[in-house]
């Protein structure tokens, strides 16, 4: 068993990774986000790629989910842990909060090249588990091991980007059930379903989602957020890796 780590905003490396070889791939889908990284924790193997590039230079609706999820598969790698980081919807979910994904609507549209079925034989894959159960229990169980507090689930919801949400926007979103909102969960996840991997999304709260709460968000509070919250995240997939 082979695990992937999919970083986001503010998850650009992991202390404590020995890293033993770093991979290029080109995919019939064009060029990752980056080089995979591959190497050790605790002797336990892990492959990290950062999804928005190396420097962060990839915008989310600019990132190739599909050379990204291909290059997973084609390195053995069947287990993918995906962190992400997210605006809070709902009001009990605050800034700093770690959510452990269990589902997801997708709003996005147009650019995102979002199926490997787009030629003649279609599969239409089944998706009203997103993430996996069975990851989601491993995590929550780890969090405990920890002592680290997490939402154990929570709706994300995707929507294209890079600008913000309006404030009606985000009320018709709590309206229709979304916990949190975000920009790269999609086609990430349906992706390496179609490819057969387990994929489950972690993802921390770094602001109120616009018109949440009464303070203008900006991109420091985002990043500010996501530093603190990192090293949470970090030992948590260490935790989870060990096992
Ligand atoms: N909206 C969309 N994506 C995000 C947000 C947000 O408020 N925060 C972090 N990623």
């Avoid at 589902?103 to 490997?116: L, P």
């Avoid at 303070?215 to 890796?241: F, P, Q, R």
């Amino acid at each position: 068993m082979r695990i992937g780590l999919i970083g986001g905003s503010g998850l650009y490396e992991i202390e404590g990774l020995e890293i033993t070889n770093e991979v290029s791939i080109s995919t019939p889908y064009g060029n990752p986000s980056s080089v995979y990284k591959i190497g050790t924790i605790d002797d336990k193997e892990i492959v990290f790629l950062p999804r928005h590039g190396t420097p962060h230079t990839i915008p989310p609706h600019k990132i190739n989910y599909r050379a990204n999820i291909w290059g997973f598969k084609s390195l053995d790698v069947d287990r993918i842990i995906s962190v992400s980081a997210v605006g809070g919807i709902n009001k009990d979910f605050f800034p700093g909060h770690i959510v452990l994904l269990d589902q997801i609507i997708d709003m996005t549209y147009g650019a995102r090249e979002s199926t490997f079925y787009d030629k003649e034989s279609v599969i239409h894959i089944d998706f009203t588990d997103p993430y996996c159960p069975e990851m989601r229990d491993f995590i929550i169980k780890a969090s405990h091991n920890i002592k680290l507090p997490v939402k154990p689930s929570g709706t994300y919801i995707c929507v294209n980007g890079p600008r913000l949400e309006t404030a009606k926007e985000i009320q018709f979103f709590s309206m229709i059930g979304a916990d949190v909102v975000g920009m790269t969960a999609m086609p990430e996840a349906s992706l390496a379903r179609e490819l057969e991997m387990c994929i489950c999304g972690i993802s921390v709260v770094t602001n109120y989602a616009a018109g949440i709460s009464d303070k203008k968000l900006t991109a420091t509070e985002v990043v500010e957020t996501m530093k603190n919250s990192i090293n949470n995240i970090k030992s948590l997939v260490k935790e989870v890796i060990k096992h």
